[in-house]
């Protein structure tokens, strides 16, 4: 069960970007880490892990955020299902194919977490959006994504190895 | 490196998720979100220490620690003499031209009959404190975690002030140990509030990209740049005089109905640490007599 090692690892990404990454400014922006986390694993493990990950850093992310809880649940499990669906595995090689969806699927998900908050009533100004949050934080998870790469297929290995760290 | 779909899983965990947003906004998730703080919280709270702990290390330099001690023990002493300036002109000055403004109304209408009343005593019960641990995830609101809940006596509505008498924003959700706090600057959230010398009234705003903004300014008021922008205590909600920022200009469109102004604020709100959370104040009693005929 791959939730042995996705739950510390989630919480301790959504605690660290909250402590920590909040105050982070890279290129205008930050990365969003638990997001990173789950598209990569979406990617490396595909479609049925993914979205458990996407559901399970969304609960996290929810609970350290204000506002209305469940919308980055629903936000990182539909880009996890999206990321993780079979269509993808075509596009190339593993690398390529995740630094491409941890950009396009930073930009999905924050693309849907603005409509939700619309949705819910609240205000949304999506060219500030679009340059001062999702722009940066496609780009840093695009260039951050063979870190992620590196550091999760350690644990996919080791849960091979064992054989008893898959769903 | 992929597994074979079990089809359901990812349609489950889709409906399970929408589930929790639909029963979030219908206020029926309050126990399952402290559950899920009690595994959550100890380790932000942990990891919060361990970061500040690090975050130490990197000033060991001695001369540089001294200098910025010294830097920040004039700062602080600044800042206290600062809000106790205000809050003295609050308290003297702006009373004193509200005495003379009566005074002149007596003198000019004689042949009233006038009942002099005290405003009831200004003062704030403030307990519990909180250390913020972490920024709200959601970048496009803006809220603190704090390590003060409902065990200390925090509840929902409370307004949160840091460096003495400068309003951070109000507790919006609050479990056992920790509580959510919608800053100032959250696109969603509203503060009646006066301007200190000029006693114009407005609402503060912000814009979603967090710059304030007070809005329903009369468009024959006369706003000046520089001015303080304080709490109007208009409904009971919040403190009076509880201070926010500084104009910093002001806009007016022929065609609008309210001028606006840009507010600077008084804190830098990413740089929270230490806030004070007010349980209970004096609130002005607001009662209507009829007369009997």
């Not at chain 1, 892990?49 to 649940?73: A, H, I, R, T």
């Not at chain 2, 004039?74 to 809050?87: D, G, H, K, M, S």
């Not at chain 2, 806030?275 to 009997?292: S, Y």
């Amino acid at each position: 069960m791959s939730l042995y090692f996705g739950i510390p690892i989630l919480l301790l990404g959504a605690v660290l970007q909250s402590i920590w990454l909040e105050d982070v400014r890279i290129l205008g922006g930050r990365p969003d880490l638990v997001m990173l986390l789950v598209i990569t694993w979406a990617i490396i493990r595909g479609l049925d892990e993914g979205v458990l990950w996407g559901f399970v850093g969304g609960l996290f992310c929810d609970l350290l955020s204000g506002g209305p809880f469940g919308v980055w649940s629903v936000a990182l499990t539909l880009v996890a299902f999206l990321v993780g669906q079979p269509w993808v595995h075509s596009l190339g090689p593993t690398s390529i194919r995740l630094a491409m969806m941890a950009g396009l699927g930073t930009l999905a998900a924050h693309h849907l977490l603005l409509g939700m908050l619309i949705l819910l009533g609240y205000p949304v100004d999506w060219g500030w959006s679009l340059q001062t949050i999702i722009g940066p934080a496609a780009l840093l998870n695009f260039l951050l994504s063979p870190l992620s790469f590196m550091a999760l297929v350690w644990f996919h290995q080791r849960g091979q190895r064992r054989g008893g760290l898959s769903l | 490196m992929t597994r074979r779909s079990r089809s359901w899983l990812p349609y489950l965990l889709i409906l399970l998720a929408f589930a929790f947003l639909v029963l979030s906004e219908a206020g029926l998730l309050g126990p399952f979100n402290n559950a899920l703080a009690y595994i959550v919280a100890p380790v932000e709270r942990g990891l919060s220490g361990l970061f500040q702990n690090i975050g130490e290390l990197f000033k060991t330099v001695r001369d540089v620690r001294e200098l910025q001690e010294t830097v920040d023990y004039l700062q602080e002493e600044n800042t206290a003499l600062r809000i106790e300036n205000i809050r003295l002109r609050e308290q003297y000055v702006a009373e004193n031209e509200q005495l003379r403004a009566l005074l002149n109304f007596s003198e000019e209408n004689p042949t009233y009959s006038l009942v002099g009343a005290n405003i009831v005593e200004r003062g704030c019960e403030i307990y519990p404190c909180g250390e913020v641990l972490g920024q709200g995830l959601n970048p496009y609101l803006r809220y603190v975690i704090i390590n003060a809940g409902s065990r200390d006596g925090v509840a929902v509505g409370m307004p949160v002030i840091a460096g003495g008498a400068t309003l951070v924003g109000r507790v919006a959700q609050v479990s056992r140990q920790q509580a959510y706090v919608q800053l100032v600057n959250d696109p969603t959230s509203e503060v009646a509030v006066m301007l200190q010398g000029s006693r114009i009234s407005g609402m503060l705003i912000s814009r979603p990209d967090g710059t304030l903004l007070m809005t329903q300014i009369l468009p024959d008021e006369t706003v000046e740049v520089g001015e303080i922008v304080i709490t109007a205590g208009l409904g009971g909600l919040l403190p009076k005089g509880l201070i926010l920022g500084q104009v910093e200009s002001i806009t007016y469109q022929e065609a609008a109905l309210f001028q606006e102004a840009v507010i600077r604020p008084a804190i830098d709100f990413r740089r929270l640490e230490v806030l004070l959370v007010i349980t209970d104040f004096p609130r002005q009693p607001m009662q209507i007599r009829l007369e009997e005929p």
